[in-house]
């Protein structure tokens, strides 16, 4: 019996597990209520366990349950990833190589890799967004973006595939005229905390309630790469900026490096990650792109 398990079932159960009810799971999907019951039933049945507690007025996933819902969203992902792979090849080369790419990740390796695309993939045209944080994730969740180069955001929304692309060292710098600048050795995050932080702020949601690398309460919150390293060059604070982009500053004593006691400067990294919707792989000129930025 367990062969005749299907894709369907599986998108049925996953449905009403995600919606709290069948009737729910039957609008989404648009079937009759009865038809999404019947569906489960049958399932549970050649499986032979039961999925779902149905003694209160809306059904709950059972332990079992909730066990194989994590295994039938994998299967269902693989395929849908395998279906959307082989529509990529059927469809041969993409368009327009759209890629959304976190300000962080460093420029030259941005433009060798469009350098190689426009030299091997000439009728594919390139359209860049630099973003920030949740900005990089949102365009490719919505579509607008097929790859995405992620960093600033830690975590991934479970919808999207994500793949190691190496990691960006990071080093925290003040203006020599700013009072951390005159500090020696290691600096404590009490002394941190006295001092106005630059960060960066999201213009998504989707790290909404979330800091990530605050360590003082006196935050400055900048849209912008750019207008973040004007800022500390400008002595207004202190803040975590990536190595590549301030290097030349810290060599011509525009910006100074400082030491902090909760992070050493050899943890001072961050992971960056390609990202794509399971339904929408990256195509030839995507894949180039990609291994270009790996190579």
Not at 44 to 70: H, I, M, N, S, W
Not at 245 to 255: C, N, P, R, S, T
Request: proline share 5%; net charge negative.
């Amino acid at each position: 019996m367990l062969g005749n398990v299907t894709l369907d079932q599986m998108r049925t159960f996953i449905a009403a597990a995600e919606e709290g009810s069948f009737s729910a799971a039957g609008r989404k999907l648009k079937r009759a209520q009865s038809v999404v019951s019947q569906t489960l039933a049958n399932l549970e049945t050649q499986l032979g366990v039961v999925l779902f507690d149905r003694r209160e007025r809306y059904p709950k996933l059972t332990e079992t349950g909730a066990t194989l819902l994590v295994d039938a969203r994998a299967v269902v992902q693989n395929m849908d990833a395998f279906k959307a792979r082989a529509q990529s090849l059927y469809e041969g080369l993409e368009p327009e190589l759209s890629v959304a790419v976190d300000v962080m990740y460093p420029m030259n390796k941005l433009t060798q890799a469009a350098g190689y695309c426009q030299d091997n993939f000439v009728h594919t045209p390139l359209r860049l967004h630099v973003e920030v944080l949740g900005g990089v994730a949102q365009l490719v969740l919505d579509g607008s973006c097929r790859l995405g180069i992620i960093g600033s955001l830690p975590i991934v929304p479970e919808s999207l595939v994500a793949e190691p692309l190496g990691r960006i060292q990071f080093v925290t710098v003040v203006s020599p005229a700013h009072e951390l600048a005159s500090i020696q050795g290691l600096i404590s995050d009490t002394e941190l905390a006295r001092h106005v932080q630059l960060i960066l702020t999201d213009r998504t949601a989707l790290s909404s309630g979330q800091n990530y690398g605050v360590m003082s309460p006196l935050m400055w919150r900048l849209s912008d790469l750019g207008s973040k390293r004007a800022f500390l060059k400008a002595g207004f604070g202190w803040g975590h900026m990536p190595l590549h982009m301030v290097e030349k500053d810290i060599a011509a004593g525009e910006l100074v490096s400082i030491q902090l006691h909760s992070i050493p400067a050899a943890e001072m990294f961050m992971g960056m990650q390609w990202v794509y919707r399971a339904d929408d792989p990256p195509g030839p000129a995507g894949r180039a792109f990609i291994s270009q930025l790996l190579s």
